[in-house]
C-alpha cells in the first residue's frame, strides 16, 4: 500500500536534494569543462605523474602506520576505563579541531630538525622538512584520528560475552583479540581506514608547511593554480579525483563483500 509522505519528508527531502546537489554539481562540472585531451596528456606529465604515485604512496604509507599504532590504540579505549582515559580520547580527537596550517606548524615544530625528537629522527634517518616522511607525518597527524574512532566504536560493539566465553575456555587475550575482535570488528575498521586512506590523499594546508617539496599532486595543483590559472590545474585536478574516486569504490565494495 503506498503511503503519502507527510510535509516534515517533503520538506527534508527537498533540504536534502539541495545539499547533494551542491556537493555533485562541482565535481560534475569539473569533468565536463575539463579538455579530454588536456587530460589524456598527463600520463606525458613527467611531475604530474610523480606527484600523483608519490599521493598514493604517502597516504597509503600514513594509513599503514595509522592501522599499526591506532588499532591498539582504539583497543584500549573501548576495552578499559583509566582516570586519564578523557584526556587521551580528547588528544585522539584535537586533530579534528586544529587549523590545517596550524597542523602543519605544530608536527614541523616538534619533529623538525632543530627540536630535541626531530634531533633523534633525523639519527635515524629520518627526515622531515621538505621530505617523503615529511608528507607522512603530517597526513598521519590529520587524519589518524578517523581510524582510532572507527576502531574504537567497532570494539566497542563487540559483545563482551564472547570474551568471557573465550577467556573461560583458557584463551588467552592476545588470543581473544585476534580471533575475536579483530574479526568482529573488521568492517569498522577496514571503513576508518578507508576514510583515513581518503582523507591523507586530500590534505594540502599541514603539507604546504612541512614539506612543500618533493611535491604531492594537491600541492601541484595549488602551484599551477597559483602560477598559471585554473586551465593549468584543471587536469591534473580531474586526474587525481579520478583516481581517488576509483580507488575508494574500489575499496567500499571490497568492505560491503565482507
Wanted: hydrophobic letters at 55%.
Amino acid at each position: 500500500m503506498w503511503l503519502k509522505p507527510s510535509s516534515l519528508t517533503l520538506a527534508f527531502s527537498v533540504l536534502g536534494s539541495i545539499l547533494i546537489l551542491f556537493l555533485a554539481v562541482p565535481v560534475l562540472l569539473l569533468y565536463l569543462t575539463t579538455p579530454v585531451e588536456s587530460m589524456l596528456g598527463i600520463p606525458y606529465d613527467e611531475e604530474a605523474v610523480r606527484a600523483v604515485l608519490l599521493s598514493l604512496l604517502a597516504a597509503t604509507t600514513s594509513t599503514g602506520i595509522s592501522l599499526l599504532f591506532g588499532i591498539p590504540l582504539a583497543f584500549i579505549l573501548a576495552r578499559y576505563t583509566f582516570s586519564s582515559k578523557s584526556f587521551v580520547e580528547a588528544v585522539v580527537d584535537l586533530p579534528l579541531v586544529i587549523p590545517h596550517s596550524v597542523a602543519g606548524i605544530a608536527v614541523l615544530v616538534a619533529y623538525s630538525s632543530r627540536s630535541t625528537v626531530g634531533g633523534l629522527l633525523n639519527n635515524l634517518g629520518i627526515v622531515i622538512e621538505d621530505s617523503f616522511w615529511g608528507i607522512v607525518a603530517a597526513m598521519t597527524f590529520v587524519s589518524a584520528t578517523i581510524l582510532i574512532n572507527a576502531a574504537r566504536d567497532g570494539f566497542q560493539a563487540v559483545d563482551r560475552e564472547y570474551e568471557h566465553v573465550a577467556r573461560t575456555l583458557g584463551a588467552p587475550l592476545h588470543r581473544v583479540f585476534f580471533s575475536v575482535y579483530l574479526p568482529l570488528s573488521f568492517k569498522p575498521i577496514l571503513s576508518g581506514a578507508i576514510m583515513t586512506w581518503a582523507r591523507a590523499m586530500s590534505e594540502v594546508g599541514a603539507i604546504l608547511v612541512v614539506a612543500y617539496f618533493p611535491k604531492i599532486a594537491p600541492i601541484l595543483i595549488v602551484d599551477r593554480f597559483m602560477n598559471y590559472g585554473l586551465a593549468a590545474s584543471q587536469p591534473i585536478a580531474c586526474t587525481l579525483l579520478t583516481i581517488s574516486i576509483a580507488i575508494f569504490m574500489v575499496l567500499r565494495f571490497l568492505a560491503r563483500r565482507r
